[in-house]
């Protein structure tokens, strides 16, 4: 079965620090580029990052260039989310997703996690 | 950036009838395009990608179409699983951007 588990979410105070991992399995992990998106509590979804294949290239949204940094590990199926700085507006569900397919880094997204909370408060 | 709009953010209607949901660009493009299902607690599920096409085990009751700045969802005679928030999203240049959502809810 195709998966994707994230964990790694909690409470954290503003200024503080969080690393989101994502497990994948039930599919070649090294072929697909893979992305976070997030939801704030009762809003819509707004793309974080996405990676490449071999992890060569990333991408941010504005709201968190500088002080978010995804990775990802090949050999262990897992990718990363490294959020430095965290404010209350980073408060939020973060999914993990992967490509739909393994021709292009740009595509929709056919596989998420169910998402783990990060909440930002003093 | 390329702001998605979609509209009506909140559709009412009946089961067995048909909704058709709106998503403008602010931008135009060809047909990277994704349409999403999101059911409250759970994570959002692709429908449609490249504009028109499918995804894997999507009935064919939703169809989409469109291209350059004007997209649409059409849920044709709406099932009681269908009632959700429905989502688009542009991956044609960066950033990825999403529609604020359209709730299709019951009438």
């Not at chain 1, 979410?9 to 503080?16: A, M, Q, R, S």
């Not at chain 1, 997204?109 to 930002?120: D, H, K, R, Y």
């Amino acid at each position: 079965e195709v998966q994707l588990v994230e964990s790694g979410g909690g409470l954290v105070v503003p200024g503080g620090s969080l690393r989101l991992s994502c497990a994948a399995s039930g599919f070649t992990f090294s072929a697909y580029s893979m992305n976070w998106v997030r939801q704030a509590p009762g809003k819509g979804l707004e793309w974080v990052s996405s990676i490449s294949t071999a992890g060569s290239y990333t991408y941010y949204s504005d709201s968190v260039k500088g002080r978010f940094s995804i990775s990802r590990d090949n050999a262990k199926n897992s990718l990363s989310l490294q959020m430095n700085n965290l404010r209350a507006e980073d408060t939020a569900v973060y999914y993990c997703a992967r490509d739909t397919s393994n021709y292009d880094i740009l595509d929709a997204f056919n596989i998420w996690g169910q998402g783990t909370l990060v909440a930002v408060s003093s | 950036e390329i702001v998605m709009t979609q509209s009506p953010a909140t559709l009412s209607v009946s089961p067995g009838e048909t909704a058709t949901l709106s998503c403008r660009a602010s931008q135009s493009f060809t047909s990277n395009l994704a349409w999403y299902q999101q059911k409250p607690g759970q994570a959002p599920r692709l429908l449609i990608y490249g504009a028109s096409t499918r995804a894997t085990g999507i009935p064919a009751r939703f169809s989409a179409s469109g291209s350059g700045t004007e997209f649409t969802l059409t849920i044709s005679s709406l099932q009681s699983e269908d009632f959700a928030v429905y989502f688009c999203q542009q991956y044609h240049h960066w950033p990825l951007t999403f529609g604020g959502g359209t709730k299709v809810e019951i009438k």
